[in-house]
């Protein structure tokens, strides 16, 4: 469907509520851009409502970026569509973006998820037919197939890749939003490890990486000064100290520093008596020992 591109005064735009928080940065960026050569992709609205206001649809940076810049006016596409094809508008503007982070993509996944199975609640089966509506607005929505083969097909990726992004949603909001700058936003294996965690300890873990002064980087580091570090038995630290001995061996490249080294260990007085008397300690010995 071809729709007609208007300018739309910014002053008539109602944002609301949107699943991306706007990067300040990215924002100036963008105005920047504004500024030399104009837009180049028109937002999505919705159709004036009663109060003859729009509801923004898609391009909520590019609305900022207009208003810093001191455009009165945005180019505009008005769409007549109901809430739930509008929120997939939304998503599957910003699924196509190479700019999302990994915290951002699981956000939209896991909502696209909601909303399309909200739409064809049988896919869970799969035997959906096309939702000829909804192909007008989304080209990511074109069959009602299991949520994650459909998605995955439109998006280029394997369906575990998108399982993986939709579990990553289980971070909380109130965590998305403290981690939204920060580097692990971007990791998919730090999300993870962060998504595992109750929602009180996502929310200690978020908190210890944002503080100022922080000196943990990552979800583990985070851990390891709520929780200490996690004790390693007795066990697999003798397996560990003998590993590296024999690496450390199995890399003398001359028989002679090997021979030297056996020399020294037989040569050291009260060597034999003191090889009996480790091998004879108990676990809690070594421990103390290391």
């Not at 192909?135 to 083969?149: D, G, I, Q």
């Not at 397996?239 to 061996?249: G, L, P, T, V």
Request: aromatic residues 4%.
């Amino acid at each position: 469907m071809n729709t007609p591109v208007l300018s739309i005064p910014l002053d008539q735009i109602d944002v609301g509520e949107r699943l991306r928080a706007v990067d300040n940065d990215y924002v100036a960026l963008i105005a920047e851009s504004l500024a030399e050569r104009g837009l180049d992709t028109p937002i999505i609205v919705s159709g004036p409502g009663a109060n003859g206001r729009h509801t923004l649809i898609a391009g909520g940076h590019r609305v900022a970026a207009a208003r810093l810049a001191g455009w009165s006016e945005i180019p505009a596409k008005v769409v007549e569509v109901d809430e739930l094809q509008a929120k997939l508008i939304e998503i599957d503007e910003n699924l196509i973006r190479r700019e999302l982070s990994a915290l951002d993509r699981a956000v939209f996944l896991a909502e696209r998820k909601r909303i399309y199975e909200a739409l064809n609640p049988e896919t869970a089966h799969g035997k959906a037919k096309k939702n000829k509506g909804l192909e007008k607005w989304t080209s990511l929505s074109t069959f009602a197939e299991r949520f994650s083969k459909a998605t995955a097909t439109k998006l280029g990726v394997d369906e575990r890749t998108i399982r993986r992004a939709v579990a990553r949603a289980a971070i909380i909001p109130e965590v998305r939003a403290l981690i939204a700058s920060h580097p692990i936003a971007d990791s998919g294996a730090e999300l993870d490890q962060l998504a595992g965690q109750t929602p009180e300890r996502q929310r200690e873990i978020a908190e210890r990486l944002v503080r100022e002064g922080a000196t943990a980087r990552t979800v583990a580091s985070a851990l390891v000064e709520i929780v200490g570090k996690p004790r390693v038995s007795d066990a697999v630290e003798i397996d560990r100290q003998y590993r590296a001995i024999m690496s450390a061996w199995g890399k003398a490249s001359y028989v002679r520093a090997q021979q030297q080294f056996l020399d020294v260990i037989c040569a050291t007085r009260g060597g034999r008596k003191m090889a009996e008397k480790a091998l004879s300690r108990s676990p809690s010995d070594e421990t103390e020992a290391a």
